[in-house]
């Protein structure tokens, strides 16, 4: 039989280290998120702007052209993913048609219900803009060129009251998102700029969920020649 060992019991320690103290950080230590002091403070209402309106001259559906107040909410938004965007497959940027000739405008659209126009003298602005099954944007169109004068690329913003062309497409297009304009007689020789305006069903322009985004109208600058095109349009 081994012989039993004898433990020697390990002495207590006769103190023990006192804990390890931090500094408290100073106020000015301690980093912060500083506010944006770029930012308008916003209008608030405790009755959601119901009242907003009042006394003013309301919209009531028309397009009153001295202005007026619309108390229709905003309706329904769209998630990200289903954000509208636009391109000019005809005229493209810097094509160069047959002035005086009949030519095609055409836009392919995504994320986008058209079809669905509302009559614009007396349902103008008058309904929440809403989405389809998809959750895309019920809605239509519109298609505007503009004379830009001697400039191709002017530095002075042109006119909204004048146009050489307007037209709101009204229709559902190939069902793909292909939408088109026909622009009969064509346009005198000159430069031009065409630019889409996506709306909701009320003709009120489309309500996206996030600020930061790409645009979702598009717009192109050409010429029309007496000298002939590239654009067979």
């Known amino acids: 039989m081994l012989p039993l060992r004898t433990v020697t019991p ?5 103190s023990l280290r006192p804990p390890r103290e931090f500094p408290t950080p100073s106020a000015s ?41 619309n108390g229709i909410p905003m309706g ?16 493209q940027n810097g094509d160069t048609i047959e002035a ?3 030519f095609t405008v055409s836009i392919q659209m995504s994320n986008f219900a058209p079809g669905t ?8 602005y008058s309904a929440p803009q809403d989405l389809d099954g998809n959750g895309n944007i019920i809605g239509h ?9 001697d400039d191709l690329n002017p530095t002075t913003p042109l006119d909204p009251t004048q146009f050489a062309f307007f037209k709101g497409i009204n229709d559902a297009g190939d069902g793909n998102g292909l939408l ?37 109208d598009d717009c ?6 007496d000298n002939g095109g590239n654009n067979n349009s």
């Open 117 to 124: 126009f509302t009559n614009a003298d007396n349902t103008y």
């Open 100 to 102: 005086d000739t009949d």
């Open 29 to 69: 230590a301690i980093p912060t998120r500083e506010p944006q002091t770029d930012n308008n403070l916003s209008n608030s209402d405790d009755n959601n702007f119901i009242n907003f309106c009042q006394g003013e001259t309301l919209t009531n559906g028309l397009q009153n052209e001295g202005g007026s107040c």
């Open 220 to 225: 192109v600058r050409f010429t029309a020649s």
């Open 10 to 14: 390990i002495r207590a320690r006769a």
């Open 141 to 149: 169109t519109h298609v505007t060129i503009q004379d830009l004068g």
């Open 180 to 216: 088109s304009a026909d622009v009969d007689g064509g346009l005198p020789a000159g430069n031009y700029r065409l630019c889409s305006m996506a709306s909701s069903a009320n003709h009120q322009p489309v309500l996206m969920p996030v600020a930061q985004r790409g645009a979702q």
């Open 76 to 91: 329904k938004i769209p998630s990200k993913n289903n954000m509208v965007s636009s391109v000019f497959t005809s005229p």
